[in-house]
Antibody
Framework: EVQLVESGGGLVQPGGSLRLSCAASGFTFSTSPMTWVRQATGKGLERVATISGNGGNTYYGDFVKGRFTISRDNSKNTLFLQMDSLRAEDTAIYYC?????????????WGQGTLVTVSS | EIVLTQSPGTLSLSPGERATLSCRASQGVTSSYLAWYQQRPGQAPRLLIYGASSRATGIPDRFSGSGSGTDFTLTISRLEPEDFAVYYCQQYGNSPLTFGGGTTVEIQ
């Protein structure tokens, strides 16, 4: 069974940092592009960042502006999102999602999400 | 960037009725790389349709997708109680990939 389990969310002050993790199982992690998608309360879905299977290629949404870093450890089947210089508008549920479709990216498996709250 | 506009914003229907949801793109979606997701309250999204018309694993055949170019449709032939949820479209043929704003299907 394909499974994604996020962790690392919590309450952080503006300007602070958090590192999210996503533990993957049930599929060949090292060949699967992975993505972080976020959703503010009552709002729609927004792609944050994507990383290729070998970690050599990354993509970020414009709103990240150098503040976030996506990475992966294929030896541990784990995806990460390092978030620095956090702002109130970054408050959201952060989902990790597996890209289906080979080189294209629709999301065929999602984790349960981890809540990030940026507030003083 | 391709903007996806979903309509209507809210659809009020009864169980057993047919639901037709629209997703319109601001420019043509490459190779019909269009997906649909269902999100129930308090849950993560779930993939329903990819490639505009291919059902994902385990998705009931009352869900169907159609369309190409700039106009896409998700149809639920007979609404079951568990189908009342929010539905999102997403295009992944053009960078950056983008999501629509969602359509809520609510019980009338």
């Amino acid at each position: 069974e394909v499974q994604l389990v996020e962790s690392g969310g919590g309450l952080v002050q503006p300007g602070g940092s958090l590192r999210l993790s996503c533990a993957a199982s049930g599929f060949t992690f090292s060949t699967s592009p992975m993505t972080w998608v976020r959703q503010a309360t009552g709002k729609g879905l927004e792609r944050v960042a994507t990383i290729s299977g070998n970690g050599g290629n990354t993509y970020y949404g414009d709103f990240v502006k150098g503040r976030f870093t996506i990475s992966r450890d294929n030896s541990k089947n784990t995806l990460f999102l390092q978030m620095d210089s956090l702002r109130a508008e970054d408050t959201a549920i952060y989902y990790c999602a597996k890209c289906g479709g080979g080189s294209t990216c629709f999301f065929d498996c999602w984790g349960q999400g981890t809540l990030v709250t940026v507030s003083s | 960037e391709i903007v996806l506009t979903q309509s209507p914003g809210t659809l009020s229907l009864s169980p057993g009725e047919r639901a037709t949801l629209s997703c319109r793109a601001s420019q043509g979606v490459t190779s019909s790389y269009l997906a649909w997701y269902q999100q129930r309250p308090g849950q993560a999204p779930r993939l329903l349709i990819y490639g505009a018309s291919s059902r994902a694993t385990g998705i009931p055949d009352r869900f169907s997708g159609s369309g190409s170019g700039t106009d896409f449709t998700l149809t639920i032939s007979r609404l079951e109680p568990e189908d009342f949820a929010v539905y999102y479209c997403q295009q992944y043929g053009n960078s950056p990939l983008t999501f629509g704003g969602g359509t809520t299907v609510e019980i009338q």
